[in-house]
Structure formats: structure tokens, C-alpha cells
């Protein structure tokens, strides 16, 4: 039996979006909390300490890019942006400061839905082939724990949030390979191949990878451009097989 029913906290200052976010995504099983604005966002995350954030960018108070900031301050909790802005530059905004995903209004409730089971599934602990037995990878100064989702450069270890952990697992269990920019949307965020999407999600997260692994993140030698495909993570020889 599962005892444990996945919260989400939907803010957006549409009282009908609110509304019907709340009743389908507890049709399908999810615990649902709302918020009309920033402010309120915030002390409802603190109080019910959710799952997964869908985050409204245009409202009053703090818009959903302060809170966004001020998520990423206390917690690495999923966030999806929800946006009505018809600027890509804006909707990579939120991407920049944290975002795992966002998804444009007007939006299919079901498309959101999938978005929500894609980040959540992405976030939880599943491992990937090509990571050794014991779970533990160094490459430079660099340690990544798949088993326990940690990441520590030298003694300090890194924040990443769930999907940036998950790119990141991604790379390096076919280290050496490169991928495309469809082949990582449609494995760390299920997006499907048919669908058009704009790939900048995943440019967006491979800089925000680089800006907290790398010495120079303008110079990177961890996580490489694949020019014309896509990126890799540089070949990584095991001691053992040194």
C-alpha cells in the first residue's frame, strides 16, 4: 500500500487555475496546497514542506522568479514554472534560477501532469548502467555519490538539485559519449521525441552544472560541448583500470 501520498504546492494568482490544478492533480492521487502569491508561496512551502512547486511567474508581491530565488536559498524541492510570457529569454529566466522545467500557458492540464510525474520520477534515487558497483565516481577533485545523490568537490560538497543530479548521472555513466540535446531531454526529462520543445532547458542546466563543478565554468574540462551534437562528461578512467 502506498502511505505516502506526494505533496504539491500550486501558486498562481488565478483562483480558476488554482482551483483546477487542485482537484485533477488530487484526482490522480497527489496531496495539493495552493498559494495566491509570492508571499503566501513561501510560508506555505515552510509550513507544508511539499514535493514539488508549481510556480506561477506573473504575481502580485513577489513574482514566481523571487520565489524561485528564495526556494533555492533553503531547498533543492522540484520546481516547474508556469509562464504566459511569449519571450523564450524570459521563460529561460526562471530555468537560470532554478527551475527544473516550466510549461507555457495556455496549458493542456495533462501536459502538466506528465511534466510533474516526469520530474518527480527523475528526482527520486533510480541509478543509471555504466555507474560502478559501488556507486562512487571521483574524476579530478570531483566525488559524485549516486548511491546516496551527493556530489562533493574536495571536502565541500555541491548542491545540485534533483535533475541537475540526474543530468549529471546521465553524463557520466557513458562517460566519454556524447549526447544529444534530445537524447538528454527524453532521458532525464521525459519529454517524448515527437514532441517540439526547446532544447535550451537543457543548455540552461548544463550551465548551471558547469558554474558549480567547474574551476573556470568559461573554460570547462569536466562537462564538454559535443559541437554540432550536444555535450559529454570527459572519459573517466577508473583507478582500476589505470
Known sequence: M????EKILVVDDEASIRRILETRLSMIGYDVVTAADGEEALETFRTENPDLVVLDVMMPKLDGYGVCQE??????????????????????????????????KPFSPKELEARIRSVLRRVEKTGASGIPSSGVIHVANIRIDTNKRQVYKGDDRIRLTGME?????LLVSKSGDPFSRSEILQE???????????????????????????????????????R????????????EEA
Open 71 to 104: 526556494l533555492r536559498k533553503e531547498s533543492d524541492v522540484p520546481i516547474i514554472m508556469l509562464t504566459a510570457l511569449g519571450d523564450v529569454a524570459d521563460r529561460i529566466t526562471g530555468l537560470e534560477l532554478g527551475a527544473d522545467d516550466y510549461v507555457v
Open 165 to 169: 543530479f540526474s543530468l549529471l548521472e
Open 188 to 226: 532525464v526529462w521525459g519529454y517524448t521525441p515527437e514532441r517540439h520543445v526547446d532544447t535550451r532547458v537543457v543548455d540552461v542546466h548544463i550551465s548551471r552544472l558547469r558554474a558549480k563543478l567547474e574551476d573556470d565554468p568559461s573554460n570547462p574540462e569536466l562537462i564538454l560541448t559535443a
Open 228 to 239: 554540432g551534437t550536444g555535450y559529454l562528461f570527459q572519459r573517466i578512467i577508473e583507478a
Open 2 to 5: 502506498e502511505n505516502h501520498k
